[in-house]
Each structure stands twice: as structure tokens, then as C-alpha cells.
């Protein structure tokens, strides 16, 4: 079987297909190319190879990932949001008094076996999404008082961004406005979209505060000093070298391979890797990027619009929101429209947990598309059936 004949064999939109095989195509030639740097600061430990088949690893366990999530009905994913919600709580809870501390924040599980460290946020992302669009399923036509918007919906938003800001300001920032853009979206009234935006200010002020006493615990100064970097400074030493990358590249850019800033831009690989990608494959390359993941909006929403049920609607709407708000943030930090985040390019970043649920989001969303897919053939057949019985007669 060829490529062609499997891509024509798999369901769901093939246009999100499709946005997966580029970005990973395009994962792989510029790890490949960043890598480079970080075989030099080991000594040549692992080779520029090493990374390579590293990053393929990872695309493969991802790519296999996707898949599997794509052929389980979208529905299963409704039973299980509860789950990893009681699952997602201690693991988060876990990682804040005990996680492992990489580069002053404790966000990783370390697994031992795997010699992996696993970002258990990324896993309470999807967990919430999921539960969130269950909640907005099962309640959206009778939500009428307080209790029945805050118990199932604004309450699992408020903790788990909670838990999550202390260490990852930017990931819980982002997950507030996937939540909030899904209420809205939802048609929740905006009596309750406002509450949640007016306790989403007061727990993200009354972590600041409390950081002020046990900055131990809290980011507090990282994110006054990004905070003063952006908007007193030329944004600080990574993002000089951000925009002097993004200025190399020019047009055309400078070829697959050969950047210089790689070698002084810290996190080329995974924080930064969007202005590489400027460098090596100029404006051209960097627009490229920027319209696969406009696409996936515009996919995802066209896919939402056509899908029967609220629940599967809700789920990719979040799931997408996600991805790309995410991606957007990420690459507003290396020109400069925002300050420094730590936020990942996804699924062009070099490998890791956040790559593999990444992959699952992707999965749900074409589980999702796949099954809307099918209802509108089932409704074509049935269309042609009652006009050839109404031919007949």
C-alpha cells in the first residue's frame, strides 16, 4: 500500500492529516539542525545523531498515539474526563511539594525507568478540557443558578489553574482562556463567563501576593523580571538574539542547517526554535508555520460547526484552542509582542511529553472529525434514499 492510497483510506478531515505530516516533517529538520549546540555543550556526549533518532522516537510514539486516539469514538473520551480529573488533582498537587526543579520550577515527575520527566500540566490541560466540554454538554441547556455553573465548570477551572500557576504562570494563563473562550462559545450565560474571569483575577493576584512571603515556592521574581525585560528592555538576552536570528534570515533565509544563533540562543530547541526557523528558512518559512496552524483553526472550526453533538463540538473547540493559542503565544515571545513564557512551539519542539500529548490532542480532534465525517454521509445516504422512494411513486 502507498502513501497515497493510505492517505485516501484515512477518515476525519484530511486537511488536519495533513497539518500533522508538515509540522513533524518540519520538527525533524529543525531539531536536527538545533541539536547541533546541544552536542557541543555535552561534549559531543550524544552526537547530533543522537537527537536525531531521538526526535524520531518521539514523532513515531506520537504519530502511533494520534492514531490510536483517532480510532476510539470520540464519546469514550466523555467517560473518561472524570477519571483523569480525580487522576489529575494529586498528580498535580504532587509535582508542586515534591516535582523535580528544572530551571527554578518544579513542573516534572521524573520517571525513572524512561529517564523521561513528565509535565504532569500537560496531562491536567487535556483532563480539563475534557471535563469541561462534558460539563458543557450534559448541563448547557438548564445551567440556570450559581451552583449549577460553579460546582462542574467554574470551580475545576479556578483549581487547577491554581495549581498549576505557582511554577507555570504562562501554561495556567492560557488554560483560563482556552476554559473561558469554551463557556463563551458554549453559550453559558455571561453572568457566569464574568464570574470566572472575576475569581480567575483573584486567584492569579492572590498567588503573586503570596509569593511575595515564600518565593521558594513561587516564580514570583522570574515573572517581574520578564515582565520589566519586556517592557523596559530590548526583552532580555534571549529574546536580542530571537529577533537577531529572525533578522539573519531575512527573506529567503539562511539554509537548512546554517544558523549561527543557534549556538548562542538559549532553548533554540524547544522555547525558541520558531525564530531558527526564521533564520534557516527566512519569512517564507516562518509564514508557513504560522498559516498550518491558522489552517487548524479554521479547520477545527469549520468541523465544529458540522458536528452533531455539543460534547464532541466543545472537545475539539478546546483541544484546538489549545494548540494553537499556545503555538501563537510562543512565537509572539521570539518577535517580541510578549513577554518571555517557556511555552513550546507544539509538535515542532524537540520531543518530550508535551510532544506526545500534542499527538493525543490531535487524535481526539480527527476522532472527533471522523465521526462527523460519517453522520453527514449516513444523512446524504438517507437523503438519497427517501428521494428515490419519493422518485418511485
Not at 536536527?32 to 561534549?43: L, P, R, V
Not at 533518532?53 to 470520540?74: C, D, E, N, P, W
Not at 450559581?146 to 498549576?164: E, G, N, T
Not at 465544529?304 to 509572539?332: D, S, W
Amino acid at each position: 500500500m502507498n502513501i497515497q492510497s493510505t492517505y485516501q483510506n484515512l477518515k476525519g478531515d484530511r486537511s488536519v492529516w495533513l497539518i500533522v505530516a508538515l509540522l513533524s516533517l518540519f520538527s525533524l529538520l529543525i531539531v536536527y539542525s538545533t541539536s547541533g549546540s546541544e552536542a557541543y555543550k555535552f561534549n559531543a556526549t550524544h552526537g547530533t545523531e543522537y537527537y536525531l533518532v531521538r526526535q524520531l522516537v518521539f514523532i513515531g510514539s506520537g504519530l502511533m498515539l494520534m492514531y490510536t486516539a483517532y480510532k476510539m469514538h470520540y464519546m469514550v473520551y466523555a467517560k473518561l474526563a472524570p477519571i483523569m480529573m480525580v487522576i489529575a488533582v494529586p498528580l498535580l498537587v504532587y509535582t508542586a511539594l515534591f516535582g523535580e526543579k528544572i530551571n527554578d520550577a518544579s513542573r516534572w515527575i521524573k520517571i525513572p525507568i524512561l529517564e523521561l520527566s513528565f509535565q504532569t500540566s500537560d496531562f491536567a490541560k487535556i483532563a480539563l478540557i475534557m471535563f469541561v466540554a462534558r460539563s458543557l454538554a450534559i448541563r448547557q441547556d438548564y445551567i440556570k443558578s450559581f451552583k449549577d455553573a460553579f460546582l462542574p465548570i467554574i470551580a475545576p477551572v479556578i483549581l487547577f489553574c491554581a495549581l498549576i500557576a505557582p511554577s507555570n504562570l504562562s501554561t495556567a494563563a492560557l488554560l483560563f482562556v482556552t476554559a473561558f473562550i469554551m463557556m463563551f462559545v458554549g453559550r453559558i450565560s455571561m453572568k457566569y463567563v464574568i464570574l470566572l474571569t472575576i475569581l480567575g483575577i483573584g486567584v492569579f493576584a492572590g498567588i503573586f501576593l503570596i509569593g511575595q512571603y515564600f518565593p521558594e515556592h513561587f516564580r514570583v521574581d522570574t515573572w517581574i523580571s520578564r515582565i520589566n525585560d519586556f517592557l523596559y528592555s530590548d526583552g532580555g538576552y534571549q529574546i536580542e538574539q530571537s529577533k537577531v536570528a529572525i533578522a539573519n534570515g531575512g527573506f529567503l533565509g539562511v539554509g537548512p542547517g546554517n544558523s549561527n544563533q543557534r549556538h548562542f540562543l538559549p532553548f533554540a530547541y524547544a522555547d525558541f526554535i520558531y525564530a531558527i526557523i526564521c533564520e534557516e528558512y527566512g519569512l517564507i518559512g516562518g509564514a508557513v508555520i504560522l498559516f498550518l496552524y491558522l489552517w487548524l483553526l479554521f479547520r477545527t472550526i469549520s468541523l465544529v460547526t458540522r458536528c452533531p453533538k455539543t460534547f464532541g463540538a466543545m472537545l475539539a473547540m478546546g483541544l484546538m484552542l489549545n494548540i494553537v493559542i499556545t503555538a501563537f503565544a510562543n512565537i509572539a515571545v521570539s518577535v517580541q509582542l510578549v513577554p518571555a513564557t517557556g511555552l513550546t512551539l507544539p509538535m515542532i519542539s524537540m520531543g518530550g511529553t508535551s510532544f506526545l500529548f500534542t499527538c493525543l490532542s490531535f487524535g481526539i480532534i480527527l476522532s472527533v472529525s471522523r465521526y462527523v465525517e460519517q453522520a453527514y454521509e449516513e444523512k446524504k445516504q438517507l437523503e438519497k434514499m427517501e428521494l428515490d422512494g419519493t422518485s418511485d411513486h
